[in-house]
């Protein structure tokens, strides 16, 4: 099967998780309201996801979206009040638009980064996500809708978002509090190697191959490299994940195996 038929588990409140071994489509309110389904694993392959998808899955929390997947469309994860995070591929080729409402009413969504590709994200896209902090916008997006990151009740909580100076930005595309900041495109691709810069840098550090290790374990590593075992006096061979391969001591004027350290 390459494709899930309109409405194929439309209703069905039953339904707790769903995987597919490859599909390329899925129809048009697919798994509408079935508000007891909290996992979705989707193929590697799939490349569209339809009109109303998974609207109402009030259950379900997160999903891994493939990489090959080229557009989410209309209201696919409308009314999702349980997801808190959405993992969209960063360097996903393919995906080039979030449709209208795609996330309208995601009440308990958190963060949302967005892959290099995507270029449009289409009005009311994340309406009303009341739990929204945290936006990573492409350089290279073209246009935001009107009221995408926009809300009633109350609005979506973002207090800074970076936008590039090519996309077009609707009149009502952030609330009134969000502070926008335009960067040319190049300027935000350095910004985001900073970003991964930092985070790296704040890694909390290696623990040291010494703590734990015995006097003659001890010995064997050298100062400066994290866990390469000195060589022996008198084995040959090469060093590969902390041991020594197709090697041998020389013990007596005879050779014998040596396998580890």
């Not at 069905?12 to 697919?30: D, E, H, N, Q």
């Not at 998974?54 to 994860?77: I, M």
Request: with cysteine; charged share 15%; aromatic share 10%.
């Amino acid at each position: 099967m390459t494709h899930l038929p309109n409405n194929a588990f439309s209703g069905r409140t039953l339904l707790v998780s769903v995987a597919f071994p490859s599909l390329v489509s899925i129809g048009y309110r697919a798994f509408f309201g079935c508000r007891s389904l909290t996992g979705v694993t989707f193929p590697a392959g799939l490349t569209a996801i339809g009109d109303y998808t998974f609207s109402g899955c009030s259950s379900l929390t997160s999903v891994v979206l493939p990489a090959d997947l080229t557009s989410l469309a209309v209201c696919a994860f409308d009314r999702c009040s349980s997801l808190t995070s959405v993992g969209l591929p960063p360097a996903s080729p393919g995906l080039t638009s979030v449709g209208d409402e795609a996330f309208n009413n995601c009440s308990a969504l958190t963060s949302v980064t967005f892959p290099a590709g995507l270029a449009f994200i289409g009005e009311r896209a994340f309406y009303n996500c009341r739990s929204l902090t945290r936006v990573t916008l492409p350089a290279g997006l073209n246009s935001i809708g009107n009221y995408a990151f926009d809300g009633a009740f109350p609005f979506c909580p973002l207090s800074r978002v970076i936008v590039p100076t090519t996309a077009n930005i609707s009149s009502r595309a952030f609330s009134d509090t969000t502070t926008i900041l335009r960067l040319l495109p190049r300027k935000m691709r350095w910004y985001a190697a900073v970003d991964l810069a930092l985070a790296y840098k704040a890694l909390p550090p290696r623990p040291s191959p010494l703590a734990g290790a015995g006097p003659d374990q001890a010995r064997l590593l050298r100062p400066g490299r994290r866990s390469a075992p000195a060589r022996p006096r008198g084995v040959r061979g090469r060093l590969w994940a902390g041991g020594i391969l197709k090697c041998s001591a020389r013990t007596h004027g005879r050779a014998q195996p040596f396998s580890s350290l």
